[in-house]
């Protein structure tokens, strides 16, 4: 396409997310007209992609950062002819596909979902990092940002770490239009401001007219031609941009124009301009492929080995039995054991330094191009990165996310370091798989598993060495369970899982010899749960005690209760978990405090059966 044919395409651009906005009654078309020259340059002159084929793997990747801006994503599809006019006009209506923000579970071209501002740029760094050390395919990676969301720290994370790593395959589109939802920005039309900080971090930096279509070009070829460092294009644009009654005026944001009819008659009146997008180069996926047996460590049972260890291990065996999976760490690879796998494996680890949302959006953006990632950080940490997750969840992405030094067990640390918080908030995802494995050989199962699994997958390993309890031979299908004792004599069940497994074996012994049975299940699959074998064990023996080392909220007690919340008979449910804020102490002070170490296991079973003792 032609510069001169750029300008009736971006007047195109404007209209159509004045129509699709006006609509629908509702959406953000001055934060689109603002972008419509860059969208307009970016897909007559520089996008090489195949709408036909959305997974080519030459394909560029394009990424609406500024989500809200989805008319003018909207009005690009119609553009290169693969949503109707008519289509266009269903926006934000039930049914339709094209949500208020873009979406990669309804729509085919969409990388990630956006929407939640200051991830989309994150996530590039992911696709970018895929394109450069895995792929190595020249694909170039396009994300057009608002300057509003250059406010949210996760931004300025991937601007330094794709500035560490070189990533010229890399660019930024920043929309400065001044304007955010309730007046002006931070920093408004200085774009000195904003090139110091990309220039600070290793960014080349492009300022420029973002309404003057040459110049926009020019940018976009200096971007291209580029080397070794990622390109910001900061672009001067105005917020409504075309129709006077709206520009650069605030109070307009997230609105409908409010003449819409007159205001399409300014911009030229609608038109049907069609564009030939660029075909990538032929290109091949080398990276989809299942490479060998895998061959998981074996233990002794009696032996005693760390889950994190164990998890470790068995990364690194995945890592070497499939050539598609990919680690992340962030810095803690030493004590997550990732390292195993950065060790065998150093073309497909990533190390993400002290960022946690980085850390997630790089996974996320792996996955998005076909691989299978496995990302780890301390338990605690991943709530930093929660909002990341959640969007995972919506993108729909496979995500293998692994938290360590889980719950007061981690002992001297204190409260900072542990996570116990993170069942429940890993179990309130939408479609997410929760695991808390308790031994080395049910780790290394369940690291295995999660390579399959749909969706945000989460384990929990622990910090301190735990006895090996099951032979390598054992199953653990996910939503399952196992019952490590029973009798027709249980009088209650004890649920566990991680740690608290052990805890509740040792307290069974005590009970026993004190003529109480009990039933103990190892709940592994926190999320989804095994209904049966609870019920089951509800029915046998009349009172279930869930004892986890995580918040009372969220985690095991009430996995175990929705186990019930279908109608079906409720049993006596009685919960041990931390509901104390711990400090400094050693492993088994801190259990033994918290009260779910064997002990007060047993004795909270004691009272429960009214078999309490003098002591």
Known sequence: MTTSELA??????????????????????????????????????????????PDHPGNDRFILSKGHASPLLYAAYKAAGVVTDSELLTFRTEGSR???????????????ATGSLGQGLPVGVGMALSGKRLDRIP????????????????VWEAVEHAGYEHLDNLTALVDVNRLGQRGPTRHAWDLGAYARRFAAFGWHVVEVDGHDLDAVDLAFQEAR?????????????????????VEDREGMHGKPLPEAQAAIEELGGAHDIRVEVRKPAAAR??????????ELPRHEVGDSVATRTAFGQALAALGTARGDIVALDGEVGDSTRAEYFAKEHPDRYFECYIAEQQLVAAAVGLAARGWVPYASTFAAFFTRAHDFIRMAAISGSGINLVGSHAGV????????QMGLEDLAMFRAVHDSTVLYPCDAHQTGRLVAQMAGLDGVRYLRTSRGDTPVIYGPGEEFPVGGSKVLRSSDADRLTLVAAGVTVHE??????????????????????VKPVDRATLREAADRTGCLLTVEDHRPEGGIGDAVCEAFGDGSPVPRLVRLAVRTMPGSASPAEQLRAAGIDAESIAAAARLLVEQAVVR
């Open 409 to 416: 067990a981690i002992g001297q640390d204190g409260p900072s």
């Open 8 to 53: 009736p395409l971006a007047r195109q651009l404007r209209v159509d997310s004045v129509r699709a906005a006006d609509a629908a009654g509702s959406g953000h078309p001055t934060s689109s007209m603002s972008a419509a020259d860059l969208m307009a340059v970016l897909l007559g002159r520089h996008l090489h992609y195949d709408f036909d084929r």
């Open 98 to 112: 094209l949500e208020g923000h873009p979406t990669p579970r309804r729509i085919p071209w969409v990388e990630t």
């Open 504 to 525: 509740a074996l040792t307290a069974a012994e005590f009970l026993d010899r004190e003529g109480i049975q009990v039933r103990v299940i190892d709940l592994y699959s």
């Open 225 to 245: 031609s580029t080397t070794r460092q990622p390109t910001a294009i900061l672009a001067r644009t105005v917020k409504g941009k075309g129709v006077a009654a």
């Open 139 to 154: 694909y170039r990676v396009w994300v057009l940002c608002g300057d509003s969301e250059l406010a949210e720290g996760s």
């Open 285 to 294: 996926a080398l990276h989809a492929t299942r490479t060998g047996h895998l």
